[in-house]
Protein backbone atom coordinates (compact mmCIF):
# COMPACT_ATOMS: atom_id res chain seq x y z
CA UNK A 1 0.00 0.00 0.00
CA UNK A 2 1.71 3.50 -0.82
CA UNK A 3 1.74 5.92 1.79
CA UNK A 4 -0.68 8.31 1.84
CA UNK A 5 -0.17 11.96 1.09
CA UNK A 6 -1.66 13.74 4.26
CA UNK A 7 -3.36 16.40 1.88
CA UNK A 8 -5.52 13.05 0.36
CA UNK A 9 -6.86 12.69 3.75
CA UNK A 10 -9.98 14.98 4.26
CA UNK A 11 -11.03 14.05 0.48
CA UNK A 12 -10.89 10.24 1.22
CA UNK A 13 -13.00 11.22 5.00
CA UNK A 14 -15.32 12.96 2.84
CA UNK A 15 -15.92 9.72 0.34
CA UNK A 16 -16.63 7.69 3.41
CA UNK A 17 -19.17 9.78 4.71
CA UNK A 18 -20.80 10.20 1.19
CA UNK A 19 -20.95 6.24 0.67
CA UNK A 20 -22.20 6.17 4.40
CA UNK A 21 -24.69 8.84 3.64
CA UNK A 22 -25.47 6.89 0.86
CA UNK A 23 -26.46 3.24 2.49
CA UNK A 24 -28.21 5.21 5.62
CA UNK A 25 -30.65 6.99 2.38
CA UNK A 26 -31.35 3.24 0.91
CA UNK A 27 -32.04 2.12 4.78
CA UNK A 28 -34.46 4.96 5.34
CA UNK A 29 -36.06 4.47 1.91
CA UNK A 30 -36.49 0.72 2.51
CA UNK A 31 -38.09 1.18 6.06
CA UNK A 32 -40.52 3.65 4.33
CA UNK A 33 -41.72 2.12 1.16
CA UNK A 34 -41.72 -1.54 2.88
CA UNK A 35 -45.83 -1.20 4.31
CA UNK A 36 -47.12 0.57 1.85
CA UNK A 37 -45.12 -1.98 -0.68
CA UNK A 38 -46.30 -5.51 1.31
CA UNK A 39 -49.68 -4.21 1.45
CA UNK A 40 -49.71 -2.74 -2.32
CA UNK A 41 -48.12 -6.42 -3.31
CA UNK A 42 -50.63 -8.67 -1.08
CA UNK A 43 -54.10 -7.10 -1.18
CA UNK A 44 -53.71 -5.64 -4.43
CA UNK A 45 -50.66 -7.60 -7.16
CA UNK A 46 -51.44 -10.88 -6.09
CA UNK A 47 -54.98 -11.03 -6.33
CA UNK A 48 -54.35 -9.01 -9.82
CA UNK A 49 -51.94 -11.85 -11.00
CA UNK A 50 -54.88 -14.22 -9.34
CA UNK A 51 -57.58 -13.50 -10.80
CA UNK A 52 -56.05 -13.66 -14.37
CA UNK A 53 -54.60 -17.11 -13.21
CA UNK A 54 -58.43 -17.86 -12.15
CA UNK A 55 -59.61 -17.28 -15.55
CA UNK A 56 -58.03 -19.91 -17.08
CA UNK A 57 -59.72 -22.92 -14.43
CA UNK A 58 -62.39 -24.18 -13.94
CA UNK A 59 -62.17 -23.39 -10.13
CA UNK A 60 -64.97 -23.16 -7.59
CA UNK A 61 -65.46 -20.20 -5.18
CA UNK A 62 -63.56 -21.90 -2.66
CA UNK A 63 -61.08 -24.39 -3.66
CA UNK A 64 -58.67 -25.67 -6.24
CA UNK A 65 -59.44 -26.32 -10.22
CA UNK A 66 -58.26 -27.46 -12.81
CA UNK A 67 -56.38 -25.46 -15.74
CA UNK A 68 -58.96 -25.39 -18.91
CA UNK A 69 -57.00 -22.72 -20.89
CA UNK A 70 -59.64 -20.30 -23.15
CA UNK A 71 -62.55 -22.62 -22.37
CA UNK A 72 -63.88 -19.82 -19.75
CA UNK A 73 -63.50 -17.28 -22.81
CA UNK A 74 -64.93 -19.41 -25.62
CA UNK A 75 -68.34 -20.37 -22.94
CA UNK A 76 -68.85 -16.48 -22.92
CA UNK A 77 -68.21 -15.93 -26.52
CA UNK A 78 -71.93 -17.93 -26.33
CA UNK A 79 -73.27 -16.89 -23.46
CA UNK A 80 -76.53 -14.44 -23.98
CA UNK A 81 -76.63 -13.29 -21.21
CA UNK A 82 -73.71 -11.57 -20.87
CA UNK A 83 -73.92 -10.27 -23.81
CA UNK A 84 -77.30 -8.76 -22.09
CA UNK A 85 -75.10 -7.35 -19.68
CA UNK A 86 -72.66 -6.06 -21.59
CA UNK A 87 -75.54 -3.90 -23.54
CA UNK A 88 -77.06 -2.69 -20.11
CA UNK A 89 -73.97 -1.59 -19.32
CA UNK A 90 -73.61 0.31 -22.05
CA UNK A 91 -77.16 1.58 -22.02
CA UNK A 92 -76.79 2.45 -18.44
CA UNK A 93 -73.50 4.43 -19.82
CA UNK A 94 -75.77 6.13 -22.64
CA UNK A 95 -78.40 6.96 -19.85
CA UNK A 96 -75.71 8.47 -17.55
CA UNK A 97 -72.53 9.81 -18.72
CA UNK A 98 -73.94 12.37 -20.95
CA UNK A 99 -76.55 13.73 -18.84
CA UNK A 100 -75.15 14.06 -15.94
CA UNK A 101 -72.61 16.05 -17.64
CA UNK A 102 -74.90 18.35 -18.94
CA UNK A 103 -77.07 18.79 -15.73
CA UNK A 104 -73.78 19.30 -13.66
CA UNK A 105 -72.46 21.79 -16.09
CA UNK A 106 -75.80 23.58 -15.68
CA UNK A 107 -75.88 23.68 -11.85
CA UNK A 108 -71.79 24.99 -12.29
CA UNK A 109 -72.88 28.18 -14.46
CA UNK A 110 -75.89 28.86 -12.39
CA UNK A 111 -74.01 28.11 -8.71
CA UNK A 112 -70.90 30.42 -9.95
CA UNK A 113 -73.29 33.28 -10.95
CA UNK A 114 -74.44 33.65 -7.14
CA UNK A 115 -72.44 35.37 -4.20
CA UNK A 116 -71.17 35.11 -1.18
CA UNK A 117 -73.80 32.77 1.70
CA UNK A 118 -75.98 32.27 -1.22
CA UNK A 119 -73.78 30.47 -3.85
CA UNK A 120 -72.46 28.33 -0.20
CA UNK A 121 -76.01 27.07 0.39
CA UNK A 122 -77.33 26.15 -2.87
CA UNK A 123 -73.52 24.37 -3.29
CA UNK A 124 -74.33 22.33 -0.18
CA UNK A 125 -77.93 21.74 -1.54
CA UNK A 126 -76.22 20.29 -5.08
CA UNK A 127 -73.40 18.24 -3.08
CA UNK A 128 -74.84 16.67 -0.20
CA UNK A 129 -76.36 13.77 -2.11
CA UNK A 130 -72.75 12.56 -3.02
CA UNK A 131 -71.86 12.11 0.34
CA UNK A 132 -74.47 9.21 1.24
CA UNK A 133 -73.96 5.73 1.63
CA UNK A 134 -75.54 4.47 -1.42
CA UNK A 135 -78.33 2.60 0.68
CA UNK A 136 -79.30 5.20 2.19
CA UNK A 137 -79.97 6.90 -1.41
CA UNK A 138 -82.08 3.55 -2.97
CA UNK A 139 -84.14 3.52 0.32
CA UNK A 140 -85.34 7.20 -0.35
CA UNK A 141 -85.74 6.76 -3.99
CA UNK A 142 -87.59 3.52 -3.39
CA UNK A 143 -90.10 5.20 -0.90
CA UNK A 144 -90.39 8.02 -3.63
CA UNK A 145 -91.42 5.84 -6.31
CA UNK A 146 -93.18 3.31 -4.08
CA UNK A 147 -95.93 1.80 -6.43
CA UNK A 148 -99.03 2.43 -3.61
CA UNK A 149 -97.95 5.69 -1.93
CA UNK A 150 -95.00 6.99 -3.94
CA UNK A 151 -94.94 10.99 -3.91
CA UNK A 152 -93.76 10.61 -7.36
CA UNK A 153 -96.32 8.00 -8.55
CA UNK A 154 -99.10 10.99 -9.71
CA UNK A 155 -96.26 12.75 -11.94
CA UNK A 156 -95.53 9.15 -13.44
CA UNK A 157 -99.51 8.56 -13.71
CA UNK A 158 -99.99 12.06 -15.38
CA UNK A 159 -97.73 10.75 -18.00
CA UNK A 160 -98.80 7.14 -18.85
CA UNK A 161 -102.29 7.49 -17.03
CA UNK A 162 -101.32 4.97 -14.72
CA UNK A 163 -98.73 4.04 -11.44
CA UNK A 164 -96.24 1.88 -12.62
CA UNK A 165 -93.66 0.00 -10.35
CA UNK A 166 -90.83 1.19 -12.08
CA UNK A 167 -88.32 -1.28 -11.09
CA UNK A 168 -90.49 -3.97 -11.47
CA UNK A 169 -90.89 -2.72 -15.05
CA UNK A 170 -88.81 -3.91 -18.04
CA UNK A 171 -88.62 -0.63 -19.62
CA UNK A 172 -88.94 1.47 -16.98
CA UNK A 173 -86.22 -0.02 -15.17
CA UNK A 174 -82.62 1.18 -16.12
CA UNK A 175 -83.71 4.65 -17.32
CA UNK A 176 -85.17 5.00 -12.95
CA UNK A 177 -82.19 3.60 -11.95
CA UNK A 178 -80.07 6.04 -14.23
CA UNK A 179 -82.04 9.11 -12.58
CA UNK A 180 -81.51 7.65 -8.76
CA UNK A 181 -77.97 7.26 -9.96
CA UNK A 182 -77.38 11.19 -11.73
CA UNK A 183 -78.90 12.21 -8.48
CA UNK A 184 -76.73 10.10 -6.34
CA UNK A 185 -73.03 11.10 -8.37
CA UNK A 186 -73.66 14.54 -9.65
CA UNK A 187 -72.23 16.99 -6.92
CA UNK A 188 -69.07 15.62 -7.81
CA UNK A 189 -69.08 17.00 -11.32
CA UNK A 190 -70.59 20.10 -10.29
CA UNK A 191 -67.63 21.25 -7.89
CA UNK A 192 -64.62 19.99 -10.11
CA UNK A 193 -66.73 22.36 -13.40
CA UNK A 194 -67.35 24.99 -11.11
CA UNK A 195 -63.25 24.70 -9.81
CA UNK A 196 -62.78 24.70 -13.88
CA UNK A 197 -65.09 28.05 -14.13
CA UNK A 198 -63.36 29.60 -10.85
CA UNK A 199 -60.17 29.27 -13.27
CA UNK A 200 -60.91 31.12 -16.21
CA UNK A 201 -59.72 34.68 -15.99
CA UNK A 202 -62.36 36.96 -15.43
CA UNK A 203 -60.90 39.76 -17.90
CA UNK A 204 -61.28 37.14 -20.69
CA UNK A 205 -64.84 37.74 -20.19
CA UNK A 206 -64.41 41.57 -19.74
CA UNK A 207 -62.89 42.19 -22.96
CA UNK A 208 -65.66 39.60 -24.76
CA UNK A 209 -68.14 41.70 -23.32
CA UNK A 210 -66.70 45.05 -24.65
CA UNK A 211 -66.21 43.28 -28.59
CA UNK A 212 -69.86 43.28 -28.23
CA UNK A 213 -70.21 39.40 -27.80
CA UNK A 214 -73.68 37.34 -26.79
CA UNK A 215 -73.92 35.53 -23.71
CA UNK A 216 -74.10 32.40 -26.13
CA UNK A 217 -70.85 33.44 -27.82
CA UNK A 218 -68.94 34.45 -24.45
CA UNK A 219 -69.89 30.72 -23.59
CA UNK A 220 -69.19 28.97 -27.05
CA UNK A 221 -65.95 30.90 -27.61
CA UNK A 222 -64.37 31.54 -23.90
CA UNK A 223 -66.22 29.30 -21.39
CA UNK A 224 -66.58 25.78 -23.60
CA UNK A 225 -62.55 25.51 -24.90
CA UNK A 226 -61.13 26.82 -21.74
CA UNK A 227 -63.63 24.64 -19.27
CA UNK A 228 -62.78 21.64 -21.98
CA UNK A 229 -60.09 19.75 -20.21
CA UNK A 230 -62.46 19.77 -16.85
CA UNK A 231 -65.34 18.70 -19.44
CA UNK A 232 -63.30 15.59 -20.58
CA UNK A 233 -61.92 14.85 -17.25
CA UNK A 234 -66.20 14.34 -15.58
CA UNK A 235 -67.11 12.60 -19.16
CA UNK A 236 -64.47 9.88 -18.76
CA UNK A 237 -64.39 9.57 -14.35
CA UNK A 238 -68.21 8.96 -14.73
CA UNK A 239 -67.38 6.39 -18.10
CA UNK A 240 -65.69 4.08 -15.76
CA UNK A 241 -67.64 5.00 -12.58
CA UNK A 242 -70.45 4.03 -15.03
CA UNK A 243 -69.45 1.34 -16.36
CA UNK A 244 -68.53 -0.48 -12.55
CA UNK A 245 -72.63 -0.59 -11.92
CA UNK A 246 -73.50 -2.75 -9.24
CA UNK A 247 -74.59 -1.59 -5.80
CA UNK A 248 -78.19 0.66 -7.34
CA UNK A 249 -79.30 -2.11 -9.18
CA UNK A 250 -78.54 -5.10 -6.45
CA UNK A 251 -80.77 -3.15 -4.30
CA UNK A 252 -83.41 -1.56 -6.64
CA UNK A 253 -84.15 -4.12 -8.95
CA UNK A 254 -81.52 -7.31 -8.45
CA UNK A 255 -81.34 -7.24 -12.08
CA UNK A 256 -84.53 -7.88 -13.19
CA UNK A 257 -87.31 -7.50 -14.31
CA UNK A 258 -85.91 -10.21 -17.34
CA UNK A 259 -82.74 -9.40 -16.88
CA UNK A 260 -83.54 -5.88 -18.31
CA UNK A 261 -80.98 -4.65 -15.57
CA UNK A 262 -78.78 -7.13 -15.47
CA UNK A 263 -74.77 -6.12 -15.92
CA UNK A 264 -71.10 -7.41 -15.83
CA UNK A 265 -70.81 -6.91 -12.09
CA UNK A 266 -74.17 -8.62 -11.31
CA UNK A 267 -73.00 -11.77 -13.61
CA UNK A 268 -69.56 -11.64 -11.62
CA UNK A 269 -71.52 -11.75 -8.15
CA UNK A 270 -74.00 -14.19 -8.78
CA UNK A 271 -71.40 -16.55 -11.00
CA UNK A 272 -68.94 -16.72 -8.19
CA UNK A 273 -70.94 -16.09 -4.81
CA UNK A 274 -74.52 -17.84 -5.27
CA UNK A 275 -73.52 -20.19 -8.71
CA UNK A 276 -70.00 -20.83 -6.95
CA UNK A 277 -68.05 -20.80 -10.54
CA UNK A 278 -64.71 -19.02 -9.63
CA UNK A 279 -63.21 -18.95 -12.83
CA UNK A 280 -66.15 -18.43 -14.91
CA UNK A 281 -66.53 -15.50 -12.59
CA UNK A 282 -62.97 -14.04 -13.06
CA UNK A 283 -63.44 -14.55 -16.64
CA UNK A 284 -66.19 -11.97 -16.59
CA UNK A 285 -63.93 -9.91 -14.60
CA UNK A 286 -61.26 -9.55 -17.02
CA UNK A 287 -63.44 -8.89 -19.44
CA UNK A 288 -64.56 -5.66 -17.59
CA UNK A 289 -60.89 -4.97 -16.45
CA UNK A 290 -59.88 -4.87 -20.22
CA UNK A 291 -62.52 -2.54 -21.07
CA UNK A 292 -61.84 -0.12 -18.29
CA UNK A 293 -58.06 -0.01 -18.93
CA UNK A 294 -58.66 0.41 -22.92
CA UNK A 295 -61.10 3.33 -22.39
CA UNK A 296 -58.27 5.14 -19.56
CA UNK A 297 -55.35 4.56 -22.39
CA UNK A 298 -57.43 6.04 -24.83
CA UNK A 299 -58.84 9.13 -22.05
CA UNK A 300 -54.96 9.05 -21.29
CA UNK A 301 -54.10 9.31 -25.25
CA UNK A 302 -56.96 12.44 -25.91
CA UNK A 303 -55.85 13.97 -23.31
CA UNK A 304 -52.36 13.97 -24.62
CA UNK A 305 -53.24 14.78 -27.75
CA UNK A 306 -55.43 17.50 -26.83
CA UNK A 307 -52.24 19.30 -24.63
CA UNK A 308 -49.84 19.04 -27.86
CA UNK A 309 -52.76 21.53 -29.60
CA UNK B 1 -79.37 49.42 -12.59
CA UNK B 2 -82.41 48.36 -10.26
CA UNK B 3 -83.77 46.33 -13.35
CA UNK B 4 -80.53 44.53 -13.08
CA UNK B 5 -80.64 43.80 -9.64
CA UNK B 6 -83.84 42.61 -9.99
CA UNK B 7 -82.77 39.89 -12.44
CA UNK B 8 -79.90 38.97 -10.49
CA UNK B 9 -82.73 38.41 -7.76
CA UNK B 10 -84.84 36.67 -9.59
CA UNK B 11 -81.80 34.35 -11.36
CA UNK B 12 -80.65 33.67 -7.46
CA UNK B 13 -84.25 32.82 -6.50
CA UNK B 14 -85.19 30.37 -9.32
CA UNK B 15 -81.36 28.65 -8.87
CA UNK B 16 -82.35 28.40 -5.21
CA UNK B 17 -85.57 26.52 -5.73
CA UNK B 18 -83.82 24.08 -8.09
CA UNK B 19 -81.55 23.51 -5.66
CA UNK B 20 -84.50 22.33 -2.54
CA UNK B 21 -86.40 20.32 -4.96
CA UNK B 22 -83.11 18.62 -5.35
CA UNK B 23 -82.44 18.39 -2.22
CA UNK B 24 -86.22 17.24 -1.78
CA UNK B 25 -85.84 13.25 -1.40
CA UNK B 26 -84.03 14.25 1.81
CA UNK B 27 -86.76 16.32 3.40
CA UNK B 28 -89.36 13.52 2.26
CA UNK B 29 -87.26 10.97 4.01
CA UNK B 30 -87.73 13.82 6.77
CA UNK B 31 -91.01 14.22 6.88
CA UNK B 32 -92.03 10.41 6.64
CA UNK B 33 -89.76 9.41 9.48
CA UNK B 34 -91.47 12.07 11.81
CA UNK B 35 -95.21 10.40 11.32
CA UNK B 36 -97.02 7.36 12.18
CA UNK B 37 -97.06 4.55 10.18
CA UNK B 38 -100.36 4.44 10.16
CA UNK B 39 -100.93 8.38 9.03
CA UNK B 40 -98.52 7.67 6.23
CA UNK B 41 -101.07 4.83 5.01
CA UNK B 42 -104.00 6.90 5.09
CA UNK B 43 -103.22 9.83 4.16
CA UNK B 44 -99.79 9.58 3.14
CA UNK B 45 -96.75 11.36 4.00
CA UNK B 46 -97.24 15.65 4.14
CA UNK B 47 -95.43 18.24 2.64
CA UNK B 48 -95.03 19.75 6.04
CA UNK B 49 -93.57 19.13 9.26
CA UNK B 50 -96.63 18.83 11.61
CA UNK B 51 -96.26 15.58 14.02
CA UNK B 52 -93.17 15.12 15.49
CA UNK B 53 -93.23 11.50 16.04
CA UNK B 54 -89.94 9.66 16.81
CA UNK B 55 -91.39 6.45 17.62
CA UNK B 56 -90.15 5.24 14.09
CA UNK B 57 -86.52 5.96 15.26
CA UNK B 58 -86.92 4.45 18.71
CA UNK B 59 -87.93 0.86 17.33
CA UNK B 60 -85.24 1.42 14.95
CA UNK B 61 -83.02 1.78 17.24
CA UNK B 62 -83.81 -0.70 19.51
CA UNK B 63 -85.36 -3.59 17.20
CA UNK B 64 -82.15 -3.39 14.65
CA UNK B 65 -78.45 -4.25 14.83
CA UNK B 66 -77.68 -0.30 14.40
CA UNK B 67 -75.81 0.70 17.40
CA UNK B 68 -73.45 -2.55 16.10
CA UNK B 69 -73.15 -1.13 12.02
CA UNK B 70 -72.45 2.23 13.88
CA UNK B 71 -69.24 0.40 15.83
CA UNK B 72 -68.17 -1.90 12.94
CA UNK B 73 -68.29 1.53 10.39
CA UNK B 74 -66.47 3.83 12.66
CA UNK B 75 -63.93 1.16 13.64
CA UNK B 76 -63.15 -0.61 10.09
CA UNK B 77 -63.42 3.17 8.29
CA UNK B 78 -60.77 4.32 10.61
CA UNK B 79 -58.56 2.10 10.84
CA UNK B 80 -58.51 1.90 7.25
CA UNK B 81 -58.11 6.00 7.29
CA UNK B 82 -54.90 5.89 9.35
CA UNK B 83 -53.48 3.05 7.68
CA UNK B 84 -53.87 4.84 4.22
CA UNK B 85 -52.60 8.06 5.23
CA UNK B 86 -49.55 6.88 7.36
CA UNK B 87 -47.88 4.06 5.14
CA UNK B 88 -49.45 6.47 1.55
CA UNK B 89 -47.32 9.36 3.35
CA UNK B 90 -44.15 7.47 3.81
CA UNK B 91 -43.74 5.88 0.46
CA UNK B 92 -44.51 8.76 -0.99
CA UNK B 93 -41.75 10.71 0.71
CA UNK B 94 -39.52 8.07 0.16
CA UNK B 95 -40.72 8.39 -3.92
CA UNK B 96 -40.35 12.43 -3.76
CA UNK B 97 -37.14 12.76 -1.74
CA UNK B 98 -35.05 9.35 -1.69
CA UNK B 99 -32.62 7.82 -4.50
CA UNK B 100 -33.31 3.90 -4.33
CA UNK B 101 -33.41 1.09 -6.98
CA UNK B 102 -36.86 0.29 -8.03
CA UNK B 103 -38.11 3.91 -7.39
CA UNK B 104 -39.45 4.27 -11.06
CA UNK B 105 -40.76 1.25 -11.21
CA UNK B 106 -42.73 1.71 -7.73
CA UNK B 107 -44.06 4.92 -8.77
CA UNK B 108 -45.56 3.44 -12.20
CA UNK B 109 -47.07 0.99 -10.49
CA UNK B 110 -49.36 3.11 -8.33
CA UNK B 111 -50.16 5.32 -11.28
CA UNK B 112 -51.04 2.51 -13.68
CA UNK B 113 -53.31 0.80 -10.31
CA UNK B 114 -55.71 3.82 -10.96
CA UNK B 115 -56.66 2.31 -14.47
CA UNK B 116 -57.90 -1.63 -12.87
CA UNK B 117 -61.46 -1.89 -11.60
CA UNK B 118 -60.94 -2.55 -8.51
CA UNK B 119 -64.54 -4.91 -8.08
CA UNK B 120 -63.11 -7.04 -10.69
CA UNK B 121 -60.25 -8.18 -8.14
CA UNK B 122 -63.10 -8.78 -5.73
CA UNK B 123 -63.02 -12.50 -6.38
CA UNK B 124 -59.63 -13.16 -6.16
CA UNK B 125 -60.00 -10.56 -2.86
CA UNK B 126 -62.65 -13.03 -1.10
CA UNK B 127 -60.44 -16.09 -2.34
CA UNK B 128 -57.24 -14.66 -0.50
CA UNK B 129 -59.30 -13.38 2.71
CA UNK B 130 -60.59 -16.91 3.06
CA UNK B 131 -57.23 -18.59 2.92
CA UNK B 132 -56.18 -16.27 5.61
CA UNK B 133 -59.29 -17.02 7.56
CA UNK B 134 -60.44 -13.40 7.56
CA UNK B 135 -64.17 -13.56 5.82
CA UNK B 136 -66.32 -12.04 8.52
CA UNK B 137 -63.71 -10.24 10.25
CA UNK B 138 -62.97 -6.52 10.68
CA UNK B 139 -59.82 -7.19 8.94
CA UNK B 140 -61.42 -8.98 6.67
CA UNK B 141 -63.32 -6.02 5.52
CA UNK B 142 -60.36 -3.77 6.24
CA UNK B 143 -57.47 -5.18 4.21
CA UNK B 144 -58.49 -4.81 0.73
CA UNK B 145 -59.39 -1.36 1.26
CA UNK B 146 -56.10 -0.25 1.87
CA UNK B 147 -55.38 0.42 -1.90
CA UNK B 148 -55.75 4.17 -2.50
CA UNK B 149 -52.97 4.58 -5.08
CA UNK B 150 -54.20 8.36 -5.47
CA UNK B 151 -53.10 9.23 -1.55
CA UNK B 152 -49.79 8.55 -2.39
CA UNK B 153 -50.10 10.47 -5.92
CA UNK B 154 -50.93 13.45 -4.26
CA UNK B 155 -48.73 13.79 -1.43
CA UNK B 156 -45.88 12.95 -3.45
CA UNK B 157 -46.58 15.75 -5.32
CA UNK B 158 -46.93 17.84 -2.44
CA UNK B 159 -43.93 16.83 -1.18
CA UNK B 160 -41.97 17.60 -4.68
CA UNK B 161 -43.03 21.42 -4.14
CA UNK B 162 -41.18 21.56 -0.87
CA UNK B 163 -38.09 23.47 -1.20
CA UNK B 164 -34.78 21.25 -0.93
CA UNK B 165 -32.98 24.25 1.35
CA UNK B 166 -35.31 22.79 4.00
CA UNK B 167 -34.14 19.70 4.02
CA UNK B 168 -31.02 20.40 4.48
CA UNK B 169 -31.15 22.47 7.39
CA UNK B 170 -32.84 20.21 9.32
CA UNK B 171 -30.38 17.66 8.17
CA UNK B 172 -27.23 19.59 9.27
CA UNK B 173 -28.96 19.75 12.71
CA UNK B 174 -28.66 15.77 13.16
CA UNK B 175 -32.12 14.72 12.16
CA UNK B 176 -33.02 11.33 9.86
CA UNK B 177 -35.41 10.95 7.04
CA UNK B 178 -37.87 10.07 9.85
CA UNK B 179 -37.49 13.16 11.35
CA UNK B 180 -37.82 15.24 8.28
CA UNK B 181 -41.25 13.26 7.69
CA UNK B 182 -42.76 13.63 10.33
CA UNK B 183 -41.48 17.08 11.87
CA UNK B 184 -41.43 18.62 8.22
CA UNK B 185 -43.13 17.44 5.60
CA UNK B 186 -46.34 16.33 7.44
CA UNK B 187 -47.06 19.20 8.81
CA UNK B 188 -46.47 21.50 6.24
CA UNK B 189 -49.07 19.71 4.37
CA UNK B 190 -51.82 19.00 7.40
CA UNK B 191 -54.33 20.86 4.78
CA UNK B 192 -53.63 17.22 2.69
CA UNK B 193 -53.61 15.23 5.21
CA UNK B 194 -56.59 16.46 6.86
CA UNK B 195 -58.33 16.56 2.73
CA UNK B 196 -57.49 12.90 1.80
CA UNK B 197 -58.12 11.64 5.66
CA UNK B 198 -61.65 12.78 4.84
CA UNK B 199 -62.12 11.48 1.33
CA UNK B 200 -60.56 7.74 2.36
CA UNK B 201 -62.94 7.67 5.44
CA UNK B 202 -65.96 9.14 3.63
CA UNK B 203 -65.40 6.29 0.76
CA UNK B 204 -64.48 3.27 3.44
CA UNK B 205 -67.70 4.42 5.28
CA UNK B 206 -69.89 4.47 2.16
CA UNK B 207 -68.40 1.48 0.80
CA UNK B 208 -71.04 -1.28 -0.31
CA UNK B 209 -70.10 -4.20 -2.02
CA UNK B 210 -66.64 -4.75 -0.65
CA UNK B 211 -68.11 -5.29 2.96
CA UNK B 212 -71.36 -7.19 1.35
CA UNK B 213 -69.42 -9.90 -0.03
CA UNK B 214 -67.39 -10.05 3.00
CA UNK B 215 -69.39 -9.92 5.86
CA UNK B 216 -71.64 -12.54 6.45
CA UNK B 217 -73.20 -12.37 9.73
CA UNK B 218 -75.49 -9.57 11.00
CA UNK B 219 -73.15 -8.62 13.66
CA UNK B 220 -69.95 -7.95 11.69
CA UNK B 221 -71.84 -5.49 9.27
CA UNK B 222 -71.27 -2.21 8.44
CA UNK B 223 -73.95 0.50 8.35
CA UNK B 224 -74.53 0.72 4.23
CA UNK B 225 -74.51 -3.37 4.57
CA UNK B 226 -76.61 -3.70 7.17
CA UNK B 227 -79.57 -1.26 6.82
CA UNK B 228 -80.60 -3.62 3.79
CA UNK B 229 -80.86 -6.81 5.87
CA UNK B 230 -83.75 -4.87 8.26
CA UNK B 231 -85.69 -4.56 4.75
CA UNK B 232 -87.03 -7.56 4.92
CA UNK B 233 -87.48 -8.20 8.15
CA UNK B 234 -90.00 -5.14 8.92
CA UNK B 235 -92.12 -5.87 6.28
CA UNK B 236 -94.00 -2.52 5.20
CA UNK B 237 -92.67 -0.10 7.48
CA UNK B 238 -91.78 3.43 5.42
CA UNK B 239 -91.67 5.58 8.95
CA UNK B 240 -89.36 3.10 9.91
CA UNK B 241 -87.48 2.78 7.19
CA UNK B 242 -86.75 6.76 6.39
CA UNK B 243 -85.63 6.76 10.04
CA UNK B 244 -83.32 3.89 9.55
CA UNK B 245 -82.06 5.95 6.32
CA UNK B 246 -81.72 8.93 7.98
CA UNK B 247 -80.11 7.65 11.15
CA UNK B 248 -77.82 5.42 8.95
CA UNK B 249 -77.00 8.91 7.08
CA UNK B 250 -76.45 11.13 9.66
CA UNK B 251 -72.63 10.84 10.71
CA UNK B 252 -71.85 11.86 7.00
CA UNK B 253 -74.92 14.40 6.75
CA UNK B 254 -73.44 15.98 10.04
CA UNK B 255 -69.76 15.35 9.18
CA UNK B 256 -69.99 16.86 5.90
CA UNK B 257 -71.62 19.97 7.17
CA UNK B 258 -68.84 20.60 9.90
CA UNK B 259 -66.03 20.06 7.46
CA UNK B 260 -67.83 21.35 4.17
CA UNK B 261 -64.62 22.96 2.92
CA UNK B 262 -61.94 20.23 3.56
CA UNK B 263 -64.90 17.94 1.80
CA UNK B 264 -64.62 19.64 -1.29
CA UNK B 265 -61.11 20.71 -1.35
CA UNK B 266 -60.31 16.62 -0.74
CA UNK B 267 -62.87 16.16 -3.67
CA UNK B 268 -60.77 17.92 -6.23
CA UNK B 269 -57.77 17.53 -4.99
CA UNK B 270 -58.46 13.26 -5.46
CA UNK B 271 -59.49 14.01 -9.01
CA UNK B 272 -56.10 16.03 -9.72
CA UNK B 273 -58.22 19.40 -10.01
CA UNK B 274 -56.67 22.41 -7.96
CA UNK B 275 -59.73 24.32 -6.61
Not at chain 1, 146 to 151: K, L, S, T, V
Request: hydrophobic residues 55%.
Amino acid sequence: MPPVHPLDRPEREAEMSHSNRRNRELRAAALLVAPFVFVFAVFFLYPTYKVVALSFTDAPLIGEGTWVGLENYAKLLGDRLFYTSLWNNFYFVLLTVIPTTVIALMIALSVSKLKGRMQALVLTLFFLPYVLPVSVVTMIWAWMLDFQFGILQPLIAAVTGKAVPVFKNPHWVMPMIAVVTVWWTNGFNVLLLIAGLRNIPEDLYEAAALDGATPWQRFWRVTWPLLWPIISLVLTLQLILQLKLFDQVYLLSNGGPFNQSYVVLMQMYREAFQLNHGGYASAIAMVLFLVIVIVSVLQFQLLRIGGRK
Amino acid sequence: MTAKRARNFAFSGIVLIAACIWIFPLYWALTTSLRSENRIVSDGAGWLIDELNFSAYAQVLSNSKLPVWYLNSVGTSLIITVIVLVTGMMCAYALSQLRFPGRQTLYLLVVASFMVPVPALYVAQFVLMNDLGLVNTWWGIILPQLIVPVVVIVYKQFFDAIPREMREAVLLDGGGEFTLLFKLYVPLNWGITAALGIITFISAWNNFFWPFLVSTSEGMMTIPVGITQVNDSFGVAYARMMALALLAAAPVIIGYLIFQKRVTEAVMISAGVKG
